[in-house]
């Protein structure tokens, strides 16, 4: 089992930058790839990106591509989302998640974190 804690969230202008953070616990970090969902009310949970177990490769939403970067560092067993140009639209509560199968479908993903609120004034 892996245990996930967010942080890093709160309350942001638009234009500006914020970085959120997911210590992991528990089996070894690197066996699991890792993603960022996001989840804004009354909607679903959206894909926002993941990354390969070892790093190597990441692939990131649409919505997002360009402005969010994900990273892992697995020697801290630790996952970030650099977050630039933030939009109101990006206001959410992010997830971040582990799975050992497809990265961009939720329901694949066997842990999750709490999730953390970011919220983007304009």
């Known amino acids: 089992q892996v245990q996930l804690v967010e942080s890093g969230g709160g309350l942001v202008q638009a234009g500006h930058s914020l970085r959120l953070s997911c210590a992991a616990s528990g089996d070894p970090f690197s066996g699991y790839i890792m993603g960022w969902f996001r989840q804004a009310p009354g909607k679903e949970r959206e894909f926002v990106g993941y990354?390969?177990?070892?790093?190597?490769?990441?692939s990131e939403a649409d919505s997002v591509k360009g402005r969010f970067i994900i990273s892992r560092d697995n020697d801290k067993n630790m996952l970030y989302l650099d977050m630039n140009s933030l939009k109101p639209e990006d206001t959410a509560v992010y997830y971040c998640?582990?799975?050992?199968?497809?990265?961009?479908?939720?329901?694949?993903?066997?842990?999750w974190g709490q999730g953390t609120q970011v919220t983007v004034s304009s």
């Open positions: 990354i390969t177990r070892s790093g190597a490769w990441t």
């Open positions: 998640g582990a799975t050992e199968n497809s990265g961009d479908v939720a329901r694949t993903y066997s842990y």
